[in-house]
């Protein structure tokens, strides 16, 4: 409500099914209070699933939030943030790797294990072990599979530029990145 400011609200978060739930729940007491409220679901993750409503939302939403908030300082409708945000989604691709699993806070053992000597591809952003395990690749190796897997889809258009983001998810020191 206190986002509001009159001219409705955008929710937009990671296509995971405890967010889905909690935001659309969140959604519906916002309309039944007369907010407009549109959802915005990030789906960028190709390593989840082949199919493209299907995918989580992992390092993209970064891209989709700040393209959002950007076109809502300009002022725009709500209509044209929410466009903007669906088009940001579909050009954004995302795919992650980890060499170990994570290790939450409080907790002395990690969520999930990989083999030695091999690294886990398509891991979550909540500490989900990744869809398949491949044998370690050396850094030319692992930059060809990242870049075949997000730029597999180009969407449609006449544009040749990309932007990269490296996330760690909090395990990569800065100077690593």
């Given amino acids: 409500k206190a986002a509001n400011e009159g001219r409705g609200v955008v929710l937009s978060f990671g296509n995971y099914a405890g967010d889905v739930m ?7 007491r916002l309309r039944s209070e007369g907010i407009d409220t ?17 995918r989580r939302g992992i390092a993209g ?3 989709v939030f700040k393209v959002m908030g950007a076109a809502a300082a300009e002022g725009l409708s709500l209509d044209e943030v ?3 945000g ?8 995302s795919l992650g790797v980890a060499f170990s699993g994570c290790t939450m806070p409080g907790s002395a053992e990690p969520l999930f294990s990989i083999p030695s ?10 500490g989900e072990p990744g869809v398949r395990d491949v044998p ?3 850094a030319d190796e692992l930059a ?6 997000v730029l597999s889809e180009r969407p449609v258009g006449d544009s040749t530029r990309v932007a990269v983001i490296l996330n760690g998810l909090g395990t990569t020191k800065y100077e690593e990145l």
Avoid: C, K, W, Y
Wanted: hydrophobic share 40%.
């Fill in 22 to 28: 909690h935001f659309g729940i969140a959604a519906e």
């Fill in 38 to 54: 549109r959802v915005v679901l990030v789906t960028d993750d190709v390593g989840s699933s082949p199919d493209a409503d299907q």
């Fill in 117 to 126: 000597g091999s690294m886990s591809v398509g891991l979550g952003i909540h």
């Fill in 136 to 138: 370690r690749l050396t």
């Fill in 61 to 63: 939403d970064f891209t």
């Fill in 86 to 93: 669906r088009a940001a989604n579909d050009s954004t691709r």
């Fill in 144 to 149: 060809r599979l990242l870049l075949d897997g």
């Fill in 82 to 84: 929410e466009r903007l």
